[in-house]
């Protein structure tokens, strides 16, 4: 277990370094430069473990162990490895170096399986380039339209397209795959939260993800000279913004049930210190267990927008995001928790607060999710960190997972 821990280490340091802000955490935008370098490191990798290795549409990264059946539908096993601005170093990459090792085990074993092991790992989980997030996952599921993505654009214009070409990828290639190819899929994530630690257990089998839905909103006023421009005469749009976003926040905890609302996201333009601001553009982050909590706060968010239309005041809402909360296979689950009492390896049920690629797959295929202890509950910041003995305890339990679940049924 030492040697899998020794080898977990040296893979989350060594993508850590794949950055754009180094000394302050991880930035690795989607078809950047540090996304080609994690991107090679993770194919050679992958090659060094003896599997095919493609790239799709959208540069999602596959690595094949074909089985003995190789038309069977694959067990694919994996994560992101895009992050937030100034993230942590385990958010994606736990989970994508947990697949990696798990591989290797199959290739050092010389384990031949019936149905093929797949190694994901996935692009623009966190959308910090192109918004909404969850990207390759919606692409692999044909949730992503042609149209849509045709339409990204990240904060310099740049589209998807021209990204990837950027760095030798081929957006022509087919980004849609026949569910019927896929057998599972697992994922490993941090919690990012502070339930497993509080409760000093090494492993999580995720119950639901909750559902989430990404707005951004545009409201439009008159630019103008904050010197000469009577208070009576304004229409600023960055006021009536932060009207907007201070409403916000009552309409998730008035719901409960766990329901949370964030804005993360504000730019305001022409952003001058003597300009009146004539357009501010904000993300607003909604998420519960219960869908119906998710719909009602952005009813009332939308109530909320309509009151302040008007006066030279215009106010757009674009949907970026919406994912029903999602219930992950009992199958799946159960097998989690006998491999996890197979190794005397702890575990308790959890629920998931954040977003994954799982609750995309999950309307496709089985889907099982591990997580593991995030120290101090922190994430999506430098001071992220999880132990490589907790990741090595999930190779563990993933691997003889992924023996069984391809092998032929009896
Ligand atoms: O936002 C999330 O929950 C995930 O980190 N994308
Ligand atoms: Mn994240
Ligand atoms: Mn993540």
């Not at 280490?9 to 370098?37: N, V, W």
């Not at 490895?81 to 697949?99: L, Q, T």
């Not at 951004?216 to 904050?226: E, L, R």
């Not at 099982?368 to 001071?383: V, Y």
Request: proline fraction near 5%; hydrophobic fraction near 35%; glycine fraction near 10%.
């Amino acid at each position: 277990m030492k040697h899998l821990q020794k080898r977990i280490e040296r893979h989350i340091e060594t993508i850590a370094t794949f950055t754009s802000t180094p000394g302050k955490g991880t930035s690795r935008l989607t078809y950047s430069k540090e996304d080609l370098q994690a991107r090679n490191y993770i194919k050679e990798q992958m090659k060094a473990s003896g599997l095919n290795v493609k790239e799709d549409g959208l540069g999602n990264i596959f690595g094949k162990l074909v089985g003995s059946n190789p038309d069977a539908p694959s067990v694919m096993i994996g994560s992101h490895f895009d992050s937030v601005p100034n993230g942590g170093s385990y958010d994606g990459p736990a989970g994508v170096v947990a697949a990696l090792e798990v591989a290797n085990l199959f290739y050092q074993h010389n384990i031949k399986p019936t149905y093929p092991l797949e190694i994901v790992a996935l692009v623009e989980e966190e959308g910090s380039r192109f918004g909404g997030g969850l990207m390759g996952s919606r692409g692999i599921t044909g949730q992503l339209s042609e149209e849509e993505f045709s339409q990204l654009k990240d904060k310099n214009g740049i589209s998807p397209k021209e990204a990837m070409q950027s760095i030798g990828l081929d957006p022509s290639l087919p980004k849609v795959r026949d569910p019927k190819t896929m057998k599972a899929f697992l994922e490993l994530h941090i919690e990012q939260g502070p339930v497993l630690e509080e409760k000093n257990i090494p492993i999580g089998v995720v119950e639901s993800i909750v559902g989430q839905a990404e707005y951004h909103i545009t409201v439009k006023g008159q630019a103008g000279h904050a010197g000469t421009t009577p208070m009576n005469k304004r229409s600023d749009a960055l006021v009536t913004a932060t009207k907007i976003i201070s409403e916000l926040p009552s309409f998730a905890i008035a719901e409960g049930n766990g329901t949370v609302l964030t804005t993360g996201k504000l730019n305001v333009f022409p952003n001058g210190a003597n300009v009146i601001p004539d357009k501010v553009i904000f993300t607003v982050d909604i998420r519960s267990g219960k869908e119906e909590n998710v719909q009602h706060v952005i009813e009332q968010m939308q109530q909320s927008v309509e009151a302040h239309q008007g006066n030279g005041i215009e106010i757009d809402i674009e949907e970026k995001l919406y994912v029903q909360p999602k219930a992950l296979s009992e199958t799946i689950r159960s097998l989690l928790k006998e491999k996890s009492e197979n190794k005397d390896i702890s575990y308790c049920s959890i629920n998931s607060g954040a977003g994954h690629d799982a609750m995309v797959f999950s309307d496709f295929t089985e889907v099982g999710m591990l997580f593991i202890p995030s120290k101090a509950g922190l994430s999506h910041c430098p001071e992220e960190w999880s132990d490589a003995a907790d990741i090595a305890n999930a190779v563990e339990i993933f691997y003889q997972t992924a023996k069984q679940l391809t092998e032929a049924e009896e």
